[in-house]
């Protein structure tokens, strides 16, 4: 199947109000652009040296979305044109994505990285961690980042009840940060998670935003 049906396939699957993260990791600016001419244009990337590269060649009103591991001494060379960073797992993070964006008076959507699987190679916050997090209180004065919301990875497993309930784990915890903290936030409204394999489990608990590579694009290029 090629890019087009595969995008246009799933989009039809899933309902309007979740945005579609196409992830292009491993995949070439030629690749992304088959996407980008059926009218797509949110595109997730993992790593800073191959988006920063990538971005260089294609269209301007591509919003990129970081969706990978972070780390603070890349910040800034993401910070000048990315649309939103899903994976906030530091308030030390936070603090730098504040100062570089600051220094170029943007501010950046952010989103707070949960560790929700069972799998301890995934980054993230605990709920705790995260509730800890939120009552310092640090992160509020912080006026050039702008917490969208929550981002999770479920475990890599075929047991749907087990992903199924992750997912539920991390819709429930951002109504509850939500109450407490984002009360009358508009701008708090993302819950991104679903992938390739597991997306329709994460629509059906909750999710605004899916981050999908493979089902888009199939197996990555390098
Ligand atoms: C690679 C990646 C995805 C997409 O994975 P697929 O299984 O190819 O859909 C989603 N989220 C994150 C954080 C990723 O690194």
Same mark, same amino acid.
């Given at each position: 199947m090629t890019i087009a049906t595969q995008l246009n396939e799933l989009k039809a699957n899933i309902p309007d109000s979740v945005k579609l993260i196409a992830? $292009? /990791? #491993? %995949?070439s600016a030629d690749t992304i652009m088959e996407a980008y001419n059926e009218g797509h244009r949110l595109f997730g990337e993992s790593r800073v040296q191959e988006l920063v590269e990538k971005k260089e060649l294609l269209p301007d009103d591509i919003e990129w979305h970081f969706i990978g591991h972070l780390q603070r001494n890349k910040v800034r060379d993401i910070v000048p044109f990315v649309s939103m960073i899903h994976g906030v797992d530091s308030l030390r993070l936070l603090r730098e994505i504040n100062k570089r964006a600051k220094q170029i008076n943007k501010t950046i959507p952010c989103l707070i990285q949960l560790h +929700?699987? @069972?799998? $301890?190679s995934k980054f993230g916050f605990s709920f705790d961690e995260c509730r800890e997090l939120l009552a $310092? &209180?640090?992160? $509020? /004065?912080?006026? %050039?980042? /702008? +917490?969208c919301g929550v981002m999770g990875m479920a475990t890599f497993t075929d047991n749907e009840k087990q992903v199924k309930s992750e997912f539920k784990s991390l819709y429930r915890f951002f109504h509850e940060i939500k109450e407490q #903290?984002?009360? &009358? @936030?508009? *701008? *708090?409204c993302e819950v991104s998670m679903g992938m390739s394999q597991d997306y329709t489990l994460a629509i059906e608990e909750g999710s605004t935003m899916i981050r999908i590579g493979t089902a888009v694009f199939g197996e990555r290029e390098y």
């Open positions: 992830v $292009s /990791k #491993y %995949h +929700i699987a @069972d799998e $301890s $310092s &209180n640090e992160w $509020s /004065k912080f006026q %050039h980042v /702008k +917490i #903290y984002f009360t &009358n @936030d508009r *701008f *708090f």
